[in-house]
């Protein structure tokens, strides 16, 4: 039985130096907080108090903040985008 004939880059690869890996599955992890949970507890927007949308991360996560709910407040989606990955205090001096 002969072997099946391999791709164009599989043959390439030994030659370049390169290794070819499969792609596997993304590791998914539940949220250390219920989405609900934090809506209803601040009932709308914690900064101008409209109506919540979203979640925000009062430490952003690109800033080394922990993502737990200790760290999370409901946000408009205006309020929510201008914040972006400021910090609180950066955000709020810039108003």
Request: overall charge positive; proline content about 9%.
């Amino acid at each position: 039985m002969t072997p099946a004939p391999r791709s164009r880059d599989a043959r390439r690869a030994p030659r370049l130096g390169i290794v070819l890996r499969r792609p596997t599955a993304r590791r998914t992890r539940a949220a250390p907080y219920d989405r609900a949970e934090i809506l209803a507890r601040w009932g709308g927007c914690c900064y101008c108090d409209g109506p919540a949308e979203e979640l925000d991360h009062v430490i952003p996560l690109a800033l080394g903040g922990p993502d737990v709910a200790a760290n999370v407040v409901a946000s408009c989606r205006a309020c929510n985008q201008a914040k972006y990955t400021k910090p609180l205090a950066t955000w709020a001096a810039e108003d």
